[in-house]
């Protein structure tokens, strides 16, 4: 590891940016982007805890689901993490902090069946959706349309895959109630 240091831009610090917004409106938004960054990869990781340990007779259909799912968080979490950037704000990069940061609760490290796994990424995925909605009237009632947009597309996604999710958890399967004993 190098020994010698050049903090370009400290942590925690927002910085006059070339969108034009306010530094102290910017740095209203870095923090909400921030805890959305957190509560991102938080979720991601609990999903693809979910895609390694998933079984039963529907294991590859949601296997696949949450793959597909926890790479949309990722992606998510990349674009708000740019965009705070471009806001003159350094995004959260250290487990330790987005661990700190986040407003989500991940699960333990215990195995659950794929039934309370599913029910646990629902929680986690309203939690998000609400904070979403929050961060949305932030940036749009400070005059910031554009990341009100951005968490617009991002919401799209989550309520699409919590939407999905929901489905999963209803009682109808293929899977025979002897097989479950």
């Known amino acids: 590891m190098n020994t010698q240091k050049t903090t370009r831009q400290p942590a925690d610090t927002v910085e006059a940016n070339a969108l034009r917004l306010d530094t102290e409106k910017a740095a209203q938004i870095v923090d909400a982007l921030n805890t959305d960054l957190a509560d991102a990869y938080v979720l991601y990781h609990q999903l693809h ?3 390694w340990n998933v079984e039963g007779a529907e294991f590859l259909e949601i296997h696949v689901f949450l793959q597909e799912v926890y790479e949309d968080v990722e992606d998510a979490a990349d674009e708000l993490a740019e965009r705070l950037q ?10 330790t902090t987005l661990a700190a940061n986040a407003t989500v609760e ?3 490290e ?4 794929v039934r309370t796994s599913l029910a646990n990424d629902l ?3 309203g939690d998000i959706i609400e904070s979403y909605r929050q961060h949305i009237e932030l ?23 919590t939407h999905h999710i929901e489905h999963y958890l209803e009682d109808d399967t293929l899977v025979l109630e002897s097989a479950t004993k």
Do not use: C, F, N
């Not at 940036?139 to 895959?161: V, W």
């Open 49 to 51: 805890k979910h895609h």
């Open 86 to 95: 471009a806001l003159g704000g350094v995004p959260h990069a250290s487990m």
């Open 106 to 108: 991940p699960e333990d």
């Open 110 to 113: 215990d195995v659950y069946d």
């Open 123 to 125: 929680e986690m995925m």
């Open 139 to 161: 940036a749009e009632g400070l005059g910031d349309y554009a990341t009100g947009q951005m968490l617009r597309k991002q919401l799209e996604t989550i309520e699409e895959h």
